[in-house]
Nanobody, 116 residues
Framework: VQLQASGGGLVQPGGSLRLSCVAS????????MGWYRQAPGKQRELVAQ?????????IYADSVKDRFTISADSAKNTVYLQMNNLSPEDTAVYFC?????????WGQGTLVTVSS
């Protein structure tokens, strides 16, 4: 499976961005899609993920709860991350992931910079 992320950019504190990730190629048996991020000098961390079958349940990092919303459009094989009230601490490269047959697949990152 190939994962193509888009939507990153420069935004002022308090602003919003929406990231998108489209899965293509061998898209069979994908159970989960989501987003990780890696800030400069820090470890990569889970931001949010959502099950793409069944209930569509989502989990979030504590640092983004109530500000970020993950959603999925199964017909378009796409997962979105709506990010509101962004702060400089959200500055990072955001990576799309898909869990396919218990294996985590990674897409390329998209840079989000929050700065005035």
């Amino acid at each position: 499976v190939q994962l193509q992320a888009s939507g990153g950019g420069l935004v002022q504190p308090g602003g919003s961005l929406r990231l998108s990730c489209v899965a293509s190629g061998g898209i069979f048996n994908i159970a989960v899609m989501g987003w990780y991020r890696q800030a400069p000098g820090k470890q990569r961390e889970l931001v949010a993920q959502i099950t793409t079958v069944g209930s569509g349940s989502a989990i979030y990092a504590d640092s983004v709860k109530d500000r970020f919303t993950i959603s999925a459009d199964s017909a378009k094989n796409t997962v979105y991350l709506q990010m509101n009230n962004l702060s400089p601490e959200d500055t990072a490269v955001y990576f799309c992931i898909a869990i396919q047959e218990h294996v985590m697949r990674w897409g390329q990152g998209t840079l989000v910079t929050v700065s005035s």
